[in-house]
C-alpha cells in the first residue's frame, strides 16, 4: 500500500496537479509543517546553529533534533530535495537580479542611446557585468531566500 503511495505521488504531471492533490490531502498547517520542516533541513546543511535556526524558524530544538536524525541518514529524502531547492533558489535570485537590472534609470537609458559619450564607463560596465556572480555568495543568500525567513525578517 505504501509503495502504491508513492506511485500516486509520481503520477502527478505538473506543480498544479501536485498543489490540488496535496490541498485535498492536507490542511494548509499540514502543509506549511512539512515545508517548516525542508527549511529546517536546509537550514541545517548549511551549518545554522540550533539556536539560529530556533529563531530564525519561531520552532522548538526537538524538532530541530528531529529533522537532524532524518538528515544524518543515508537514504535522506531531504538531501535529494535541499540541492533542488538551493538549485532553484539561486536561479530565481539571479532573474530577481538580471530583473532589477533591466528597470533601468533614464540616465542609464541615455548612455544606451548615445553609448559613444559615454565609452570608457560603458567599458567599465561591460567588464563588470562579464564578472560572474559569486556562486557562495548567491548560495547563502539562497539558504535564506525561504517564505517563512522573509516573514520573519519583517517583524
Known amino acids: 500500500m505504501i509503495g502504491e503511495f508513492y506511485d500516486t505521488i509520481a503520477y502527478l504531471k505538473d506543480r498544479n496537479e501536485v498543489r490540488f492533490f496535496f490541498k485535498s490531502l492536507l490542511s494548509a498547517d499540514e502543509i506549511a509543517t512539512l515545508m517548516r520542516r525542508i527549511e529546517i533541513a536546509v537550514l541545517l546543511s548549511a551549518k ?3 539556536d539560529e535556526i530556533a529563531v530564525l524558524m519561531g520552532v522548538g530544538k526537538s524538532k530541530i533534533t528531529n529533522v537532524q536524525k532524518n538528515l544524518l541518514q543515508d537514504d535522506s529524502g531531504y538531501k535529494i530535495i535541499i540541492k533542488r531547492l538551493i538549485e532553484d533558489r539561486k536561479k530565481r535570485l539571479k532573474k530577481i537580479k538580471k530583473d532589477n537590472i533591466r ?14 559619450y559615454f565609452l570608457l564607463e560603458n567599458l567599465l560596465d ?12 548567491l548560495e547563502k543568500e539562497a539558504l535564506l531566500f525561504t517564505p517563512s525567513a522573509c516573514l520573519n525578517r519583517k517583524k
Open 48 to 50: 545554522f546553529t540550533y
Open 103 to 116: 528597470s533601468i534609470s533614464p540616465l542609464e537609458a541615455v548612455k544606451r542611446k548615445y553609448p559613444g
Open 126 to 137: 561591460v567588464a563588470l557585468e562579464k564578472l560572474e556572480t559569486n556562486e557562495k555568495e
